[in-house]
């Protein structure tokens, strides 16, 4: 889509999820910039009950790389 542009960052916590932020700029119809933000977890322990998405279970699983 024209007049959009979006950055997309991994993060790997340690002992944590796989981590993905998407940051997005748009422009209106008024030629304003406007940044959107969302991100979304995915489980690396195995532990979530929501799978593939961390649901925070891993603050009780063993420490993993
Ligand atoms: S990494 Fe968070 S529940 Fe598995």
Do not use: G, H, T
């Given at each position: 889509m024209?007049?959009?542009k979006t950055n997309v960052q991994i993060e790997?916590?340690?002992n944590g999820p796989l981590r993905v932020i998407a940051e997005?700029?748009?422009i209106d119809v008024q030629g304003e910039k406007i940044m959107?933000?969302?991100a979304v977890s995915f489980c690396r322990c195995g532990k979530s009950q929501k799978?593939?998405?961390c649901d925070g279970s891993h603050k009780e699983a063993e420490?993993?790389?």
């Open positions: 024209e007049n959009q790997v916590k340690k997005k700029m748009e959107k933000e969302s799978q593939p998405f420490p993993f790389e």
